[in-house]
């Protein structure tokens, strides 16, 4: 049953702590991404990565980091610079032809 | 800036009646365009998409317009479904040289009322 999972599905985190999120895909995918998801803001991208062992920033990197050691696994760390970490996490996945495909996600408060 | 932006931010529609929402964009180099469609807790899963060398793109219920000249591109749901109340977000991205990054709109809260 292939797909992406991610987790915890909700988490707490206390002030000046680093959390880290996790996500793994059995797709077989080259590319993985990281999003965060706020009320009536839509997507915004935090990180990407398009090939193991290399990663870009996107929209709204600060405060945030991640690794891909793994074709399979992108986990992302948000960090205690991170001041407004309150928001809906998702993790999301690509092979050569454009279409993302999602995983369900992990609420961070 | 925004690249895609979205409207409306919430629609109502009666159960049976046909849901739009409107799409626009800057970048011409964008030629990937999908939806999707997102329940409450849920990731978002792709619910159709269109490349601009076509003007319409239909699926069952679910219908993707484009007009590349006016650089825009809606969604239309025809005899809507309350099963088809969810956070709609369309998206564009460029050329695939390297799984290019999507560029999300801000999403549409669509409510079908019996």
């Known amino acids: 049953d292939g797909g992406i999972t991610q987790s915890p599905k909700y988490l707490f985190r206390k002030e000046g702590q680093n959390v880290t999120l996790s996500c793994e895909q059995n797709?077989?995918?080259?590319?993985m991404y990281w999003y965060r998801q706020d009320p009536g803001q839509g997507l915004r991208l935090i990180y990407y990565s398009q090939i193991v062992n290399d990663f870009q920033k996107g929209d709204i990197a600060e405060g945030y980091s991640v690794s891909r050691e793994k074709k399979e696994s992108f986990p992302l760390t948000v960090t205690s610079a991170q001041k407004n970490p309150t928001a809906f996490y998702l993790c999301?996945?690509?092979?050569?032809?454009?279409?993302?495909?999602f995983g369900p996600g992990t609420r961070l408060t | 800036q925004q690249q895609v932006k979205q409207s409306p931010q919430s629609l109502i529609v009666q159960k049976g009646g046909i849901s739009i929402i409107n799409c626009a964009y800057e970048n011409t180099a964008f030629d990937y365009f999908p939806w999707y469609q997102q329940f409450p807790g849920k990731g978002p899963a792709l619910l159709i998409a269109i490349r601009p060398d076509v003007s319409e793109k239909k699926e069952g219920r679910f219908t993707i317009s484009f007009n590349k000249s006016a650089k825009q591109f809606s969604l239309h749901i025809m005899d809507s479904q309350p099963g088809d109340s969810a956070t709609y977000f369309c998206?564009?991205?460029?050329?695939?040289?390297?799984?290019?990054?999507?560029?999300f709109g801000t999403g549409t809260r669509l409510t079908i009322i019996p």
């Open positions: 998206a564009a991205s460029k050329p695939n040289f390297g799984n290019e990054k999507l560029t």
């Open positions: 999301a996945s690509s092979d050569n032809y454009n279409e993302q495909f």
């Open positions: 797709l077989n995918h080259d590319a």
